[in-house]
């Protein structure tokens, strides 16, 4: 029997469900299991670490607040923002969060230009001691009046 991987990430033929008659029935894997699926685990591991990037990364920030770069293939994807904001925030009761899609326009420090600000195609801003949490985006990108700014 082959082992393979199936969709949900499980391995076939490596678990005990799926393990041949004999001692390995009465729930004890054979020293050929480990063997036979050594080379599938690590195969998984490798393409665990490759997966494709998230679509943004953290390139500079100033205290609290953090300059984020989206690509721009995806600067209209809602989902890659928040899974930054998850990522980036967490449970922080303080968290705010810059994103641009240009890495020319973002800022090396605060204060920034009138110029870098409106090449901001997102932002991010939570203080959970006055309940304010806010997620805008260029007006571009999202022509809803109350989730966007220019």
């Excluded at 001691?129 to 985006?137: D, I, K, M, R, V």
Aim: some cysteine; overall charge positive; charged content about 25%.
């Amino acid at each position: 029997m082959t082992a393979r991987a199936s969709a949900s990430g499980e391995l076939a033929g490596c678990e005990k469900d799926n393990a041949p008659q004999g001692r390995e029935a009465k729930g004890q894997q054979g020293p050929l299991d480990a063997v036979r699926c050594a080379p599938l685990l690590l195969l998984v591991g490798l393409l665990a670490a490759c997966t494709p990037e998230r679509g943004w990364k953290v390139v500079g920030g100033q205290r609290k607040v953090k300059f984020v770069l989206v690509e721009k293939s995806k600067e209209g994807s809602e989902a890659v923002y928040q899974i930054a904001i998850g990522e980036l925030c967490g449970r922080a009761a303080h968290c705010m969060l810059l994103f641009w899609s240009d890495r020319r326009f973002v800022p090396s420090r605060l204060p920034m230009s009138d110029f870098q600000a409106e090449a901001k195609v997102a932002s991010y801003v939570r203080n959970t001691s006055t309940g304010f949490e806010q997620f805008l985006w260029d007006c571009r990108l999202n022509s809803d009046p109350n989730k966007c700014f220019r």
